[in-house]
């Protein structure tokens, strides 16, 4: 079946640090790839997505991730932590047949200590 | 409007009872859906509708589970004869043009439902 896990329910950084959230697909194929971001009591907001090519991918707010087809991963990075950037962050896959069926791990909550 | 709307924001209700959430996607998107995401839990997809028709309803998790959208715009999810389980955020999301990967749904703030 497939499947989207985020090993890490909570991570906490200082402001300034860097940041790398961790995420794997099981699945048979590459499939679409996305990080998400939710900030309390607003909607899920897209920072990127990977479909092919590079297998680098910019985003919105500075972040990016990159794809490890070898490692089933697409991790999240940032260099550079601001307290804005506090939400849970979401990664998602759309299979190549129904890729508007997003799958959703589980989620990473970020704290960041001033 | 700017963004996807949804309400009620909360809606507390008793176990047994029937329930209507409504999502106003974005001006425009044609494709619209209904996920679930439950307390410490990923949203789960529900429902793909592709202007009125649902195209792909495979999420819906019993026949408690209903949703139209008979002008191809608002959307309603309904469900009857309420459980406890079925407390969670419903969240909707619209995208623009045939759905799949390429485009990026919008999502909405949810509706949060608790079952007494």
């Known amino acids: 079946a497939q499947s989207v896990t985020q090993p890490d329910i909570h991570i906490t950084v200082s402001e300034g640090a860097s940041l790398e959230l961790r995420c794997n697909y099981s699945?048979?194929?590459?499939?679409?790839l996305f990080w998400y971001v939710q900030s309390p009591g607003q909607g899920l907001q897209l920072l990127l997505k990977?479909?092919?090519?590079?297998?680098l991918v910019q985003g919105i707010k500075g972040f990016e991730a990159e794809f490890k087809r070898s490692q089933s991963s697409f991790n999240l990075r940032k260099p550079s932590v601001h307290w804005s950037d506090a939400a849970e962050y979401f990664c998602?896959?759309?299979?190549?047949?129904?890729?508007?069926?997003?799958?959703f791990g589980s989620g990473t909550r970020l704290l960041v200590r001033p | 409007g700017a963004g996807v709307s949804q309400t009620p924001s909360n809606k507390v209700t008793e176990k047994g009872k029937y329930v209507e959430l409504r999502c106003d996607p974005i001006?425009?998107?044609?494709?619209l859906y209904w996920y679930r995401q439950s307390l410490g839990q990923g949203p789960e997809f529900l429902i793909y509708?592709?202007?009125?028709?649902?195209?792909?309803d495979s999420g819906l998790p019993n026949d408690r589970f209903f949703a139209v959208r008979p002008e191809g715009s608002v959307s309603t999810l309904k469900i009857q004869r309420t459980e406890r389980g079925d407390s969670a955020v419903y969240l909707c999301?619209?995208?623009?043009?045939?759905?799949?990967?390429?485009?990026?749904?919008?999502f909405g703030p949810g509706t949060r439902l608790t079952v007494l």
């Open positions: 999301a619209s995208s623009l043009g045939l759905a799949g990967g390429n485009n990026e749904q919008f």
């Open positions: 699945y048979g194929a590459t499939p679409y």
């Open positions: 990977y479909f092919s090519g590079d297998t």
């Open positions: 998602a896959v759309g299979p190549m047949d129904s890729s508007y069926k997003l799958i």
């Open positions: 001006s425009g998107h044609t494709a």
């Open positions: 509708f592709q202007g009125t028709g649902a195209a792909d």
